[in-house]
């Protein structure tokens, strides 16, 4: 098998950003995102988690039975919704994208924290680690891994209200891809900077 093979690129489903958002697929990764933050806010009586869990379960039994190979799920390659249309990453989408690199606009939310309102440390790395997939996707060179992921947090990150991130890659050496990125507030304060080094794979290499 090699790096061109038909549908593979170094192991990997060619893996592209679906045509369309199929109908319902955002209102259905809003509400999940809505119950998400409502289960880490809420402190019902037990009648009303085991009602609500039965009407999960059979949101479940729904979907069970449709799914299909990586890669030709709409959630998570849906560009104009937000996170893609995947309900764990954050509710935020693509402003800009080119040769200068991906923006970002979006927010937190309640299940994003880690506590006194601000969001989780650990939150933002994934939100990093996704922004830097989208950079090296538009830069034309996937599949690679992330090799080095650091983050610096300059200030505490605020849920509920509108951020933007910037990323660029500063430098290519071989399979070796650079780059650094931004998170502000709107009123320019930075929040965090982060910069990591992903590597192009090899055709053998999952």
Known sequence: MTETAPGVRGGFPDIKPADHAPPGLGRFVDAMRRLQDLTVASSPDSAAWTAAARHVEEACALLDGHQVPEGAAPAGRV??????GHPLLPPWTVTESGPNGVAMAGHFSRSHVGGNNAVHGGMIPLFYDWLFGMMVSTAGTPPTRTA????????????????????????????????SATMTATDGTLLTEANGLMVRLLPHQP
Not at 79 to 84: D, F, P, Q, T, V
Request: proline share 5%.
């Open 148 to 179: 080095y992921l650091h983050v610096d947090y300059r200030n505490i990150t605020p849920i509920d209200e509108p951020l933007t991130a910037r990323g660029r890659i500063t430098d290519i050496e071989g399979r070796k891809i650079l780059i």
């Open 79 to 84: 560009i104009e919704l937000h996170g893609l």
